[in-house]
């Protein structure tokens, strides 16, 4: 069974920067890198869930969502079997409760929630107007 824990976030000025983190347990750590596509997910308050960034199997292919391109970096220590979302720049849009989550399989070009079967538990970034 895989389990996510996500840590980090927080409360930060507007341009500041921040680093979740999201630690895999239930998972081998080839299986990690051979077996599932990680992401990023945000809901901001009131609106649904979207994904903010992917990042393949092999760890070879990312994606970002247009409003978070050159500002986030998603990443994966499969030694350390986590997954991180570096977030820099930071802006009052970007407020939002932060979700790690996981399927198996390929990373699709356009991911819905309704494509994870792995969730974590959420974290929240706050950045005030």
């Known amino acids: 069974q895989v389990q996510l824990v996500e840590s980090g976030g927080g409360s930060v000025q507007s341009g500041g920067s921040l680093r979740l983190s999201c630690e895999v347990s239930?998972?081998?750590?080839?299986?990690?890198?051979?077996?599932?596509?990680w992401a990023w997910f945000r809901q901001p308050p009131g609106q649904g869930r979207e994904c903010v960034s992917t990042i393949n199997r092999g760890g070879s292919t990312t994606l970002y969502a247009d409003s978070v391109k050159r500002r986030f970096t998603i990443s994966r220590d499969d030694d350390k079997n986590s997954l991180y979302l570096q977030m820099n720049a930071l802006k009052p849009a970007d407020t939002a409760m932060y979700y790690c989550a996981a399927r198996r399989g390929y990373c699709y070009a356009v991911s819905s929630p309704d494509d994870y079967a792995y969730w974590g538990q959420g974290h929240q970034v706050t950045v005030p107007s």
């Open positions: 239930g998972v081998t750590s080839r299986s990690l890198k051979t077996t599932y596509c």
